[in-house]
C-alpha cells in the first residue's frame, strides 16, 4: 500500500517568513495529493491540492509543488502570519476502483508563527 | 451549506461495550469515507461507501467494526465489545469528487 513520509514535524518561523513542508510518497500509481490545515481541536480542513498531471499550483500565500519522478511533494507558505499556525497533513491516494479514492496521510508538522 | 456532522461529538464507554458513531455527509455527495485519527497522528482509512455500497472496508481493524450507509446518505460505524485500544477520534468524510471534506468526529474513550 501506500506509505507517505513528511518533514519536518515540527516548524518554527517569524511571522513574515516563508515555510516550506515536503512530502514523498511510494506508490507511483498515487495522483491526487491534498493538504489539510488542522487547528486545535478543528477539522482538518482542505487548503489546496494538486492532481498529477500538474506540476505547481498556488493559491495566494499558498503554493504546492510536484515531483512525480522523485515522488515527492511540497507545501510553500509565504509571508506566514499567527493565524497560520496549525498542524498540516499531506495526504497521497490513488484510485482503488469503484470510486474509492482513500487518502493516506503523513503524520502531520507542527507549525508555529512566532509574531 | 451545512458541513459533515457527526454524533456524538464525545462518547465514553466501558470495555465490553457496544458504540454507533453516526455521520451525515453533506447533502449530494454520493462518496462517504470513515478514518481513525490518534493524537498527533493524521487520519487513517477504515472505510468507503459509494452510495449506499459499502465498497472498501480494508482499513476496518477486525471484525468488531463494521459499517453501514442504508440510504446512500447518513452512515453508522459500529464497534463491538470495546476494548481501550478503540479509544481515538473516528472522523467521517464526505466528497462528491476527488476532494474530501471532514466532519467534526466522534472522540471516543474505552474506559
Known amino acids: 500500500g501506500e506509505n507517505v513520509e513528511q518533514h519536518p514535524s515540527t516548524l518554527s518561523v517569524q511571522e513574515g517568513d516563508s515555510a516550506v513542508i515536503k512530502c514523498t510518497y511510494s506508490d507511483s500509481a498515487s495522483n491526487y495529493f491534498p493538504w489539510y490545515k488542522q487547528e486545535l481541536g478543528k477539522r482538518p480542513q482542505l487548503i489546496i491540492d494538486?492532481?498529477?498531471?500538474?506540476g505547481e499550483k498556488k493559491d495566494q500565500r499558498i503554493a504546492v509543488t510536484l515531483n512525480k519522478t522523485a515522488k515527492h511533494f511540497s507545501l510553500h507558505i509565504t509571508e506566514t502570519q499567527p493565524e497560520d499556525s496549525a498542524v498540516y497533513f499531506c495526504a497521497a491516494t490513488v484510485y482503488s476502483g469503484a470510486g474509492s479514492y482513500q487518502l493516506t496521510f503523513g503524520k502531520g508538522t507542527k507549525l508555529s508563527v512566532i509574531p | 451549506g451545512a458541513g459533515v456532522s457527526q454524533s456524538p461529538r464525545y462518547k465514553v464507554t466501558k470495555r465490553g461495550q457496544d458504540v454507533a458513531l453516526r455521520c451525515d455527509p453533506i447533502?449530494?455527495?454520493?462518496?462517504l469515507y470513515w478514518y481513525r485519527q490518534a493524537l498527533g497522528q493524521g487520519p487513517e482509512f477504515l472505510t468507503y461507501f459509494n452510495y449506499e455500497a459499502q465498497q472498501d472496508k480494508s482499513g476496518l481493524p477486525n471484525d468488531r467494526f463494521s459499517a453501514e450507509r442504508p440510504e446512500g446518505s447518513i452512515s453508522t460505524l459500529t464497534i463491538q465489545r470495546t476494548e481501550q485500544r478503540d479509544s481515538a477520534m473516528y472522523r467521517c468524510?464526505?466528497?462528491?469528487?476527488?476532494?474530501?471534506?471532514f466532519g467534526p468526529g466522534t472522540r471516543l474513550t474505552v474506559l
Open positions: 468524510a464526505s466528497s462528491l469528487h476527488n476532494e474530501q471534506f
Open positions: 494538486i492532481r498529477s498531471n500538474v
Open positions: 447533502s449530494g455527495h454520493v462518496s
